[in-house]
């Protein structure tokens, strides 16, 4: 072979290799605009990570003998979602002897246990109804020492609830937008109606996919005919909507999805309109924050968000933040004045941990005293 046919017979097979990426890319896209692989890759419901542990066993992800109580929580279109009420840990360790005298593994009437007791008849007690993000179960990855920082903030009074949506881990069903918004939907009415812990002691915390439903909850109840206000909403890693995630969404931070289209403005708006859940964050934290400000009602949101994050850049946190501060001010502000007027009121945190947070419409960097909300 002379050198000119090598040089032909290389480039042959690089226009094959790009023919076939391309090819593959396409075929990609194509799957993209069918809902049921489009919510495989939204949701991500089927990667499990816990597939060889039983998630009725809570012992098996490091909580003492039934300070975890499994049970399932019932939708009003009859899907069943998997639960875990979280005991914190010195209210625990005062009952500890009475409840590793009950039996444990999945409970099907939780009414009847001492944990739900000991969370209904305390007048002091808080929950938090924990949102969880894509893909993964309730005892996924650093979920599990998540819901214990979370009580953390008073350890004797901090109740956590942590379920998984239809279609995640032990959940009936399959996800979309509406069912995700039923499911947090009917937890609420569990919390306040089974509980019966009043809102002003609930506080609703979401992260990166759940902080999506738990904007949608947060606002379908503020804006009902007799408005429910919990004690406070955070949101760790929020994003203004899917269509502005995937546009510069990869995989492990790496493999691109849309981003290579989103340079084509006309072809990206095309395949924009065939994304079924929107999750349009920004309109419904705004609706959330006019809602309350006309009622009078007294809301709080913090925002926390990693600068590093590469999933969900830390830009839809500021994004997010401005539609909310911008709700709150009858004549609007502009992004860039927001900007300016958080230079004056930044503290440097010394870390990756930036924190926004709007209370009745005064905002403020805080150091994570959203726990005081609780208090
Ligand atoms: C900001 O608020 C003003 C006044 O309520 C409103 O007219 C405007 O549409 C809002 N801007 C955005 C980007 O939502």
């Excluded at 042959?12 to 194509?30: F, H, P, R, T």
């Excluded at 009952?95 to 007791?117: M, N, Q, Y």
């Excluded at 990693?306 to 933040?321: K, R, T």
Aim: hydrophobic share 45%; with cysteine; proline share 5%.
């Amino acid at each position: 072979m002379t050198a000119s046919q090598i040089a032909a017979s290389f480039f042959e097979y690089a226009c094959i290799a790009v023919a076939s990426l391309l090819g593959v890319y396409a075929v990609l896209l194509a799957l993209l605009t069918t809902s049921t692989f489009q919510s495989h890759v939204v949701y991500l419901h089927a990667i499990q990570m816990t597939w060889f542990k039983d998630l009725n066993v809570p012992e098996t992800f490091g909580f003492r003998k039934n300070q975890v109580t499994p049970f399932s929580i019932k939708t009003p279109d009859n899907e069943r979602l998997h639960a875990w009420h979280i005991l914190p840990v010195e209210l625990y360790r005062k009952h500890e002897t009475s409840l590793i005298d009950e039996p444990t593994g999945f409970v099907t009437d939780i009414k009847s246990r001492l944990a739900f007791k000991l969370l209904r008849d305390d007048p002091d007690a808080r929950l938090i109804l924990h949102m969880h993000g894509a893909g993964g179960t309730v005892a996924s990855g650093y979920r599990v020492p998540n819901y214990r920082a979370l009580s953390a903030g008073n350890p004797s009074k901090i109740h956590v609830l942590t379920f998984d949506y239809r279609g995640f881990g032990q959940s009936t069903g399959s996800p979309s937008e509406t069912g995700l918004i039923v499911d947090a939907l009917a937890v609420v009415d569990w919390a306040m109606n089974i509980a019966g812990i009043p809102p002003s002691r609930i506080l609703i915390f979401g992260q990166s996919m759940g902080t999506a439903v738990a904007i949608a909850v947060s606002k379908h109840l503020a804006l009902q005919d007799t408005p429910i206000v919990f004690a406070g909403t955070v949101l760790v890693a929020p994003f203004v909507d899917v269509a502005t995630l995937v546009s510069t969404y990869r995989i492990a931070g790496t493999i691109p999805i849309l981003s290579p289209i989103a340079r084509f403005p006309i072809l990206f708006k095309t395949l924009q309109r065939f994304i079924r859940d929107k999750w349009l964050s920004r309109d419904s934290i705004a609706q959330y924050v006019r809602a309350n400000e006309q009622n009078g009602e007294k809301y709080r949101i913090a925002i926390i968000h990693a600068e590093d994050d590469y999933d969900i850049p830390w830009h839809h946190s500021q994004l997010v933040f401005w539609h909310a501060v911008n709700a709150s001010i009858p004549a609007g502000i502009s992004y860039e004045e927001l900007e300016d007027k958080k230079i004056d009121a930044k503290a440097d945190l010394g870390g990756c941990w930036v924190y926004d947070a709007l209370e009745n419409g005064i905002w403020r960097y805080s150091r994570g005293d959203f726990e005081d909300w609780l208090a």
